[in-house]
Structures are given as structure tokens and as C-alpha cells.
């Protein structure tokens, strides 16, 4: 019967066999120069086939520690300080010369001191009224405790249970002096079985090196007879280029989340907009710079929007021509509702929340209402690495009553936080339709710089009225770009890079 064993099995088989006896498995691996791991796993294999095994023994391993490897190089402290008396050939010394020529620590010094009185070489006497030292003894055989420590000088560490009865006496009178540590190790021998001894190599075959398991392999176990090249975990895996979420679609569903979890409900609206909610119930008048053709895109087809209810839009020229019942002086000038009739391609997402507060009039809606709008809007710029023509806007609104500027910086700092900003700070702003306004500055750990995000603040009562949002029931509001975040987010230099969607950045975002 032959055996098919990997190739590396074979070579430490016959190691194995021309040693005979049992070997201890770490000793193996260095001298064949492979992993310790690696030679167990070729034993696990010789065991499979009953070739061999291995057993395990506890011992104590004891080694020199750094004291001790010191003694090693330079002498035991009396041995050191016996060296000195004879080198100097003085056969009596006062103590305190002795320590100072000793350079020894004197805690030290004291234990050589002891120990060459007990080996018998040294008397000490006072009589002269000085401590003196004698060189007694006419000849210093090496002791004991010296061979023991010299033992040491071949292999740092040994067996304690190999010590003789002898050593094991000179072991334990030096341990008393902290020189060494004791550790216990676990140690694997590994032998040949009887049927490991007498097989012959002959009838021993490698399996072939194969790197691939086909489903034949696997379905008539086959597989078992191949030498399988093991994988390196540690390599890198092919790429993957399967589809995949765009990563502002993904950082769209992370915003959304943020206010679901806060409580708010989406909302969306037209993007061909009538000027009536992008500007005129925002309380921008007529005339307002935003409102230019540089500024705003407007469409030939359709060229009106329809607007809302007539008592609406009456209420909301009020509003611009005398302040209607918003106790506002109003704009002054004669409000033309072809003008609101205009369309534009909406230029923020607060057209949007206009709609909402028309609906909140129009159903008679309790308080408080919460939503959000995440959206494209289109301002005609010129485009370059920091601005888009076309672009998204982040905006929510909390419709509620006694509400104040405390529960929207409080709203705010929840909001940016769930972003991922820590701190947020705001300033004075302005905006034409909310009173007090706000800017929103965060700081990003990042760069450790503080960044503008947006805007926010409290809808003015022009803007609320012809909606039947009075006092003490007010709108807070916020909003800001989306792709500015994103440029953060995602580490891009170029805002235009979101739409262009280089692939290389494409394929390095995650699933
Ligand atoms: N609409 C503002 C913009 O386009 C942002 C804003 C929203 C400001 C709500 C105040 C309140 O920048």
C-alpha cells in the first residue's frame, strides 16, 4: 500500500527516521528552518496515517535574568570582590576601602561580603578598632554555585527537572538571590509510531500541488489526494466592479435617516416652480436682485404657473403692499401677479416648504409639523471646482407653537451632530424671509477648521400669515447645500467630480 503525503511531510518523515529517537518539535523547526506551525501541521498529517505523534511535557525553563546574565559576564559579587583582594595581592583591607574599590552597591557588596565569610575565605575583626577583612583561606576552588552559574554560559536557558540533585541545590540557593526567573513551558516531542519506523519510503508518494478544487473534486472527494496551495489571507482580494449606490445617493440616505430618527416626515415639490413660491411668499419682492435672469433660470414652456387659492395670493400681496394683518409695514409697491405667475426652475427647496404651508392652511393641519426636504434645485451660475449650476438642497422645518430660537439652535446642534459634527456655532444672518436669521457654522476635526453649512432661522410673519401661522405658532427653519458636505465626506477637490463620477473614485467606494 502506498501513501501519498505533501511534499514537505515526506522531507521531515525522513528527517524523522534518520534521527531515531524522539525530537523536541521546537528544536526541529529551527534546524529544518520552517515554522513551528508548519511542522505541526505536517505531524497532524503523519498522524493521519499513523506514522507518528507527538506528546507533550511540561517543564520549568529557567534562565539568568538581567542580574544575573551580569554575574554571568563579570563574577558572583564575592567572587568579584575576592578577584580584587587578590589581584592587589592585599591580605587585609578595611571594609569601607573595600566597598569603595568594589563599585559594588553596597546592598550587594553585603551579600558578596556574606558569602566569602561562608565559603570560608575571608575573618573579619574589629580589634584595631577599624572593620577589617582578612584573606583567610590559601586556596579558592571554584564552588559549587560558580559551575552552576558557568552552566549557563552554553545555553541560557534550562530544564529544571533536568538539574542534578546538586544543581538543583545551587539553583535553589541562587534563586533566593532574584537572579532568575522560572517559567513554565509546555514542549512537544515528536516521535515516529512503530508503523512510522518501519514503513519504507519507497511506498511513500507526493500528492500533486494543485491551487484550484474543482466540483468533481469536491463531489467524488478526490480532493483529498491533492497537495492544495494554501491561501495567503493575507493578500488582498480581487476588486469587485459590480454596481452600486452612488455615493451621494448613499450620503442622501444617511441625511434622511438623520431626520426620520428626529421625527421629521420627507416632502417633495415641483422643480418647474411658479416665482409665487420660490420668491413672492417667501416675502422677496419683486424686485429682488435673486429674482434676475442672471441669478434665476426661467421657463418660455410653460411660461405661467397656475397659483394657489385667489384669497391666498390676495393675502400674500397684501403682505408685500402693507404687511396684511402681519402687523408689518409691508414693501410699499404695487404687487403684479403676472410676475408670481412666472416659472422658474425652482432655486431653493424652501419653495417646497411654501407648499407645506399652504397644505397646513389648505387641511387645517394640528401642530406641530416636522419635515424635510432633500432636493435639486438650479441657480444659473457658472461652474467650476466649487460651484454647480444644478445641485441639491438639505431643508427642514419644525411648525410649532411657543417655539423660539433655543429650540432651533437646539434642533440644529442635534441635527449636525448626527451629521458628525461635534460643535456647532452660529452667527447673525439674513435672509429675506425669516427674522432673527442664523448662520450655521460647524467645525470639522478634519481640517480643525470651522465651515459654513448654511442657513436657518425663524419664518417672519409675512411669510407665516397668509398661511394662518400666527404667534404664538412659528416656523423654524434650515438648509444647506448637500455637496459641499459631500466634497468633505468623500475627500473631493472638485464639486463637479459628484456628477462627472470619475470611475476610478466610483470603484473605490464601498458596497
Ligand atoms: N433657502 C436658503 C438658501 O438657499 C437656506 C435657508 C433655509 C435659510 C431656511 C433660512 C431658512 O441658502
Redesign the pocket.
Known sequence: MTIKLKKQVIEILTVLKKKKTEQLASTLAKELNIDYIVLMAAINDLIDHDLGGFREKEIYQISLNDEGQNYLENGLPENQLLNLMKESDVKEISMEDLIVKSKLDKQIFYVGLSNMRKNGWIAQSKATGENKIFLVAEEFPETDVEKFMKSFKANLTRDYSKLSKNEQLQFDLLNRRKIFTKEKKTQRYIFLTKKGKSFKMSEIKELTHISKITSEMLSSGTWKDYDIKPFDVTKPGPSLKAGKTHPLVNLINQIREIFISMGFTEIRGPIVESAFFNFDALFQPQDHPARELQDTFYLNNPKFAKLPEKDRVLAVKATHENGGDSNSLGWRYQWDENIAKQTVLRT???AT?MRRLAQFYRNNDKTPVKVFCIDRVFRNEKLDKSHLAEFT?I?GIVIDENVNLSDLIGLLSEFYKKMGFEKIITRPGF?P??EP?MEVSVYYDKLGEWLEM????IFRPEVTYPWGIKNPTRVL????GLERIAMLYYDRKDIRDLYVNPIKWLRQQPY
Open positions: 431653493h427647496t424652501t416648504t438642497q431643508e435672509f424671509y425669516t436669521s448654511g442657513g436657518s432661522g427653519a434650515w438648509g444647506q
